[in-house]
Structures are given as C-alpha cells and as structure tokens.
C-alpha cells in the first residue's frame, strides 16, 4: 500500500516490476490449485490521467472510462496504474470458455478509490492522504504551537496530492446495479471514525515518550510533514557468525547448532526479506568465521557450514580461516566485521552459531530502532548500539547489531584491536553510546543463546580486566571528536551514573523505589541488585518486573558473601563515571539523582561524596536517644558539618567516582559490616590524589539524602554494634599512620583487667587465708560495676557540658538522663567488639592502640579522646579509692 509518499516517478521501475511479479505469482498458483474463484484488488490509478485533470468541477470516473479515452491523455497514473491495467487485461483475457473449460477460476475484479479507515498506515510515508492530513490536524491542534498546515500540491485539487491527478471521484452506479452497494459511512463519519483511532494511537506513542520530552517533539515535529520514499533502498545485514566445533561432546553436535540457527535465521528473515519496510528492501550476508585446525570444516571450500546454510536458503556466503587461540570470538567478530565491511554492508550482527533467533522481522526492527534514534539526537542513522534481548541472560545487553556508522568512526574496527578474547565485547558497544542515551536493548526482539549465556560455555570465559576504564574512556573520546566534526548540532554527553545495592533483605518496599527514582534526562542510569541471599522468595519477583530491562541488573551471589563482596561484585558489573552505593534498607529522596549532578558538576575533580544519611526523629525513645548520644551516628550526617575533604562516608549513602579497578571493598571486614567502608574511602581518596592531576578527596553532599530506619526497628540490640566494631577494629592493624596509643584504657580493657585480677586474687584466697587478700577480692570484685558507673559518670558530663553533642534532638527529663546511661552502655559494646576482634585475629600489640577516626584531619581529636578516657580512669581510681575506704569503715 502506499500514497502519494511512494507511488511516484522516482519508484516508476520498482513498483512495476514488484507488483507485476507479486500479481503473476499469485495468478499461477490459483490456477495450479484449482481455486474457483479468484478476486482481483486493483485501483483507481488505471484511469487516464487526462479526464482528471478539472480543478472547476467534479468528475466522476466509471468503469468504461478506462477503454473510452484512446489519446494522448489515456496514460493510467504512473506505472502503479500501468501494471494494474495489464494484469486487468490479462485476468479478462483468461474469461475465455476454453479457459473456463480447464477449470480456471472465475476472475473477478473491482477498483478501489481512496481507501482509509481504523488500522490503516498513518505514518512513515505509506500512507494515504485521509490519514496524512488528520494525522496532521491532529498534531497541530493538540501537540504543538504552531499555525500553518503542509498540503502537498497547490491546494485547488478536488482530491488526492502532491501532484498525481487533480480530480478523481468514483462513480458508484455499476456496483450499486450489480451488488446493491453503497457506502457504509458517509465521508464525514468514516474521516471522524479514522481521526479518533489516530489519536488514540498518538496517545499510546505519547506514553511512550513521558519521560523524554524533547523525543516527543521531535516526534510531532516529523508528523507534521509528510514524506517522498524512494523504493530503491537496499540495506544489507552483514551476519557474523564465528564457528567452532571445539567444547563440544562430540564435534557433530556443533552442526546440529548450526542447523537450528540457520533454520530460525531463514524463519525470521522472510517478512523483511520479502515484504521490506517503508520501501527498503533487506538482504542478508553471511560471514563464517572456522578455527585454521577444526578438521570438521575442512577443507573450506564447500565446508559444511556453507552446505547447511545453503540447504536452508542463504546464498550469499563468506568463510574465512582464522588462526588464533580458541575461543578468540572477539578477534574473529573483529576481522569478519572488516570484510563485511569492504563489502558495504549497511548493518553488522555479531552472531554465534549456537543461538536461535525468536522474533520475525528483526531486521527492520533494528533499521527502526536506529532511525528512532537518528530522529531524536539528530545524528546519523547507524549512530549507536541496538541488541537483542537474551532470553537466556536476561538484562544484559548482547548480540548487538552495530550501524556503519560505527566502522566508519573506528576505521572499520568494531572492537579495539588485541582487547578483547571471548567476553565484554558486547557491553563495550553497549557502553560506549550509552553516553549518549543511544544504545538500546530491543524488548521485543529476542534471541535464545542455547550454549552459553548466564550458563557454562564450550570454551574458557576470559574477561578484560580493565575496559570499563582506558579503553572505554578512549573510545568514548573518540566518539565524542567524531560527532564534533560530523554533526551539525552538538548532541552532549550525558553523565552516566549506577547505583549499587547489596541486598540480604530482598525487601521490594525498599528496593523498587531505588530502582524508580525519577531520573535527569542528561543523566543515564543502571541500578545493579547484588542479591545475597540465594533462597529468598522475593528474587522471583524482582527478576519478572525487571528482567528485560538493560538498566536494571538483578545479580544472584551462589551464596551468602556479605556485603564486600556484593559491593565488588556491583563494581564490576558497573560501567559508568559515578557509582551510588546503597543500602537496602534506605529511603532515598526523590531529588536524589538531581542533586548527584549538581554536585558533581560542581566538584568535577572530587574523588567522591558523602551523602547525609538521617535517622527519624530520636525523640521517640530512650534507646534511639542513646544512639545519637552513643556518638554511633555521628558520620551518617557528617556531610552537614563538614565540607572539604570529608574523612569518609557509610556505604548507606555514598557517591564514588568510577577511574580504577583495584580500589575495591577488602573482605577481611565482617559480612554484616564493619570498618569496610572506612577502609574504602581511605583507599579511595589516597589513589585517587595520587593518579589523578588536580584531585581532591571526597566532598560533602548535605542535599543528596536518604531516610535510613533505627535499626531493629528501634527495639534494643547491642549485639549489631558489637559485630561492627568487631571489624573496624581491624583498621588499627591496617592504618599505623592513623592509630595513637591510649594514655589510659579504655572501659572494656580496664573492665577486662579487673575481672582478670578478681580471678587471680580469687585463686590465692583459695590457698592464702589473708584478711588482705580477702579485701582486695572484695574491692576488686567491686571495680567491676564500678567500670560501668564511673563511663556513666563521665559521659553525662561531657553531654551536659559539651553543646555539641546536642546537634540532634533527644528525649527530654528523667529519660534524657536514662539515655545518656544507655549511650554508656551502647559504647562500651562497640568496645567490647573491638577487643575481642583484635584478640580473634591475634593482633595483640594493638591492644591500648585506637583508631583516629577522623584520620588527621580535625585537630584536637586524638587529645580529647585521650582526656575523655583519662577522665574515665581518674572517676573509676576515685570511686576504687572510696570504695576502699567504705569496705573499711565497715570492718571497723
């Protein structure tokens, strides 16, 4: 079908030659099947031209006026009607009783006028001129500001345009005498009827577009003109296809594989093959790639991968041998894809022998997609990377078709020369126009990779270790000079970000609103779910709302690796400049993303940025109050008092710049966490000042926020932060530089030393019947409770009399009183877990060492903390000491 769009003189050779051959075809096998009776769809273009070219008044056209006007002016319109005039004479040349006599069918034919109607073409330049002209009104009235309708023509035809015939009408009488035939719907009903299913289409194309705005223009802007095709495009899918029957059971198994994929290739291919889409006609190239030393394959020359796809229909075939380790996929997609390219190809399909492809008409969904995408970045068409979707490794971009437009800006590399072996080839295209919101995985366009995908492979998985960093940044780079020099508008790049969460919970309350977040439309973002809890009931859910989405990753550890290992895990899967790190139990802000990209554009060298993580209200209750007074909370809201140079930030809510690899979570840090994130920012920033010129440490960001709930729900559990400390104790050994020795012990190594010489006093009273030893067994047993009252003592004072420690509100009165006792207790835990962490990993000389941990970056920290416990030792002294002199006033 098409309108003016198509059936013009530019298309005059094309549209004779297909339709006639379509027409024959269709003749032959009804005549060979015996069909009784066959219908013939011709049109109203076999009228001449001459009786329609009246702008005064209207003409209408019957049946005979074909045969009755043998002059100059009989010409039919273009050669659309031509042919459909000389099938006509030849269907009546078959109404012979000697042909009726070897059971042709009886022919019938009729002409069709101006047809139009719900479910008809309405756009990319098929359509006719009802739909063009609503689509238009339709656009102008509801979509956009402006005032001027485009009409093909000069306006005074009486129908169709941009010039075909002036003047064209149908006269209905034979068909009202012969079928008692007359329209259903008048022309105002039929053009109302076809305008509201229009708008319902548009609106459906609307919601597509709600969150890309200027897409959507731009969209509107190319709905408003209608279009010439040219019918001899020809596009050719070059179908790189690496073979080997290497890590397989038995070698013949490899070309059952081939079959299979031959056989869906051909399936899927007919309908763009055949048919085309929107003029263009599609041909498939297949290259083979064979391993120099796989006997199966040789000798080349009619080997039998080429007999298999033959037998299945392709012919234009390509093999080349490759001499190189196996399971060298890249290298071999890399020297396909350079002939492929000399050879003109249009489009490259970095295929393997043992997929199946499961969607019809992949082709002209791909040339669809990259014209989608050349529309709305205003960049040439081919400018990007559209993949299939895997149904065997759901969410991860692979099996892209790469434009031209790619070998053009890479010299005909597809992938940098000697990179890549057999992995990361094709998250590197992903990646590298994923900078500019062009890479797009097709939901709908499927394939099934039988060996391989997120299952074991025939031969050895050998990843790059450092291409999401140089190599990527290089190409990027270059991408970003191309498009310079190539592009009339600058399309800019946009700030790619990934947000990382390890989650053991799987609580969707939490995590969906994190996969949600309202994104910049200059801001491209994945969010990777690092599951750690192989068994949990809600991974099922999340894998079926999110799988077939490329920029959401939901990853499975095998088992439970704790939260540095997940963290890792993200890294590696991520790609982008920035990474956002949180936990599974956070609220973030809906600004979140906005406020990223305020801030990194305003600290372009940071190495990262502390977010503020907040708690609810500590009012609530005494436990809550202790916490905030415990000091436990103390660096989740840093990032409000402190600007510059932040000495770290808690995973909870933490902004990293992606530049090296190595700078990864150390796993000697407990699983449930742990002094891992201190560890990290440290590494972080040193590294990152170290290697990079101009940077800076890590900066505060107060306005990117997240609500992060008490934990256990606000109910008491000392035991959560004895694990913590148990972990971030390791630092001490770890960080020489940033530890000071005590002038005094701390309540749990002084608590610790009392119990030891209760025991030891305890023993020689067993054997030494002294009153003096019986009174130091008494006061000793005594200084135990009084560790505790004498940190009690000491941190009421220093709440009462330090303003600071009132920055956050707490409970009031008497249960003010009773949280800063709690506060004590909460400390002395995390004490106690330091000790008994240093103890299990045997780092005895760190005993009486602390941690600095603002690390040499506030002056008058490690002093305070030494007179905070020196002050604790002299009330516990000072409490022994009346306690002495009580026990004897008593015996006296």
Avoid at 59 to 67: A, H, P, R, V
Avoid at 204 to 223: A, M, T, V
Avoid at 339 to 347: M, P, S, T, V
Avoid at 854 to 862: A, E, L, P, Q, Y
Wanted: net charge neutral; aromatic share 12%; with cysteine.
């Amino acid at each position: 079908m098409g309108g003016l769009g198509v059936i013009n003189s530019k298309n005059n050779f094309i549209i004779y030659r297909e339709n006639h051959v379509m027409s024959l075809n269709i003749f032959e096998v009804s005549i060979h099947s015996n069909i009784d009776k066959f219908f013939y769809a011709s049109s109203a273009c076999v009228y001449p031209c001459g009786k329609q070219t009246n702008f005064n008044q209207d003409i209408k056209l019957n049946e005979f006026d074909t045969w009755n006007c043998i002059n100059k002016d009989s010409n039919p319109q273009e050669s659309y009607g031509a042919e459909k005039l000389c099938s006509e004479i030849f269907l009546s040349s078959l109404r012979n009783p000697e042909n009726i006599a070897h059971n042709f069918p009886q022919f019938k034919i009729a002409r069709f006028h101006n047809v139009y109607g719900e479910g008809g073409t309405w756009y990319g330049g098929r359509e006719k001129v009802p739909a063009a002209l609503l689509r238009k009104a339709i656009c102008l009235n509801k979509y956009t500001k402006e005032n001027m309708i485009e009409i093909w023509g000069n306006g005074k035809q009486r129908r169709s345009k941009p010039v075909g015939v002036n003047n064209r009408n149908s006269d209905n009488t034979l068909v009202n005498e012969y079928l008692n035939w007359s329209p259903k719907y008048s022309i105002r009903e039929g053009m109302k009827k076809t305008s509201l299913w229009i708008q319902q289409e548009l609106e459906k194309q609307h919601h597509q577009y709600k969150d890309d705005p200027i897409g959507w223009n731009e969209l509107i802007s190319s709905y408003l003109e209608s279009k010439l095709i040219v019918l001899n495009n020809e596009i050719t899918f070059g179908v790189l296809l690496p073979i080997t029957s290497r890590g397989l059971p038995k070698p013949e198994n490899c070309l059952e594989n081939l079959s299979n994929f031959a056989k869906s290739l051909y399936k899927t291919s007919q309908q763009d093959i055949q048919n085309g889409f929107s003029g263009i006609n599609y041909k498939i190239k297949i290259y083979i790639g064979i391993d120099k030393n796989d006997s199966l394959f040789h000798p080349i020359k009619n080997n039998p991968a080429e007999r298999i796809l033959y037998e299945h229909g392709f012919t234009d075939i390509d093999t080349t041998e490759f001499d190189l380790p196996p399971g060298s996929i890249c290298e071999i997609w890399r020297g396909l894809t350079r002939k492929a390219y000399n050879d003109n190809c249009d489009y490259f399909v970095l295929f393997g022998d043992d997929i199946i492809i499961e969607t019809d008409g992949w082709m002209s969904k791909f040339y669809e997609a990259y014209r989608k995408i050349s529309i709305q970045n205003k960049v040439p068409c081919g400018f990007g990377c559209v993949t299939f979707t895997d149904t065997s490794f759901h969410g991860f971009p692979t099996f892209p078709v790469i434009g031209r437009v790619h070998l053009d800006i890479f010299n005909g590399d597809v992938l940098p020369m000697n990179t890549f072996q057999n992995q990361d080839g094709d998250p590197y295209l992903f990646q590298t126009y994923r900078r500019w919101g062009c890479s797009i995985m097709l939901k709908d366009v499927k394939i099934n990779n039988v060996v391989g995908g997120s299952l074991n492979p025939r031969y050895e998985r050998t990843h790059h270790p450092n291409w999401s960093f140089n190599i990527l940044d290089n190409s990027v780079n270059r991408v970003e000079k191309w498009l310079e020099k190539n592009c009339k508008t600058s399309l800019p790049k946009l700030l790619t970000l990934d947000i990382i969460v390890p989650s053991y919970r799987v609580n969707l309350k939490y995590l969906e609103p994190m996969i949600n977040l309202e994104k910049p439309v200059t801001m491209s973002t994945t969010t990777i779910i690092i599951i750690d809890d192989p068994s949990s009931p809600n991974i099922d859910i999340l894998k079926r709302l999110y799988d077939n989405d490329p920029f959401v990753r939901i990853r499975v550890n095998k088992t439970n690796l704790g939260a540095s290992l997940s963290r890792n895990r993200g890294l590696r899967e991520s790609n982008a400049d920035y990474v956002l790190f949180f936990d599974d139990d956070v609220i973030p802000e809906k600004n979140i993303l906005f406020e990223c990209e305020k801030i990194i554009k305003k600290h372009p060298d940071a190495c990262g940025f502390i977010g503020n993580s907040k708690f609810p209200p500590a009012t609530e209750s005494i436990y809550t109050s202790a916490l905030v007074l415990s000091g436990l909370t103390f660096f989740w809201g840093i990032s409000e008092i402190w600007d510059d140079d932040v000495p770290w930030g808690v995973t909870a809510n933490l902004l990293v710049r992606r530049y090296n690899e190595n700078v990864l979570y150390d796993p000697i840090f407990p699983k449930t966490g742990g002094g891992e994130d201190i560890d990290y920012c440290l590494k972080q920033r040193n590294c990152f000042i170290e290697n990079v010129k101009n940077g800076k440490g890590f900066q505060a960001a107060p306005n990117v926020i997240v609500t992060h709930p008490w934990w256990n729900n606000g109910n008491r559990d000392y035991w959560r932060f004895y694990k913590w400390a148990t972990g971030d104790g390791a630092l001490i050994y770890m960080y020489p530089e940033l530890t000071y020795t005590d002038i005094a012990p701390n309540s749990i190594e002084l608590l610790f030393g009392t119990i030891l010489i209760f025991f030891v006093t305890m023993i020689i009273s067993l054997f030494t019947a002294t009153s003096i030893i019986n009174d130091f067994t008494v006061l000793t047993f005594l200084s135990i409770p009084l560790v505790i009252v004498s940190n009690i003592i000491a941190d009421m004072h220093l709440h009462l009399t330090k303003q600071h420690y009132k920055r956050v509100p707490t409970v009031d009165g008497y249960r003010y009183v009773l949280a800063m006792a709690e506060s004590s207790i909460i400390r002395m835990m995390s004490e106690f877990g330091r000790l008994m962490g240093i103890i299990k990993r045997k780092e005895f000389n760190c005993i009486g060492k602390r941690f600095d941990w603002f690390v040499n970056r506030r002056k008058g920290t490690i002093k305070e903390e030494k007179l905070n416990n020196l002050k604790k030792f002299f009330i516990w002294v000072g409490l022994m000491i009346l306690s002495f002199r009580l026990l004897d006033t008593i015996k006296n």
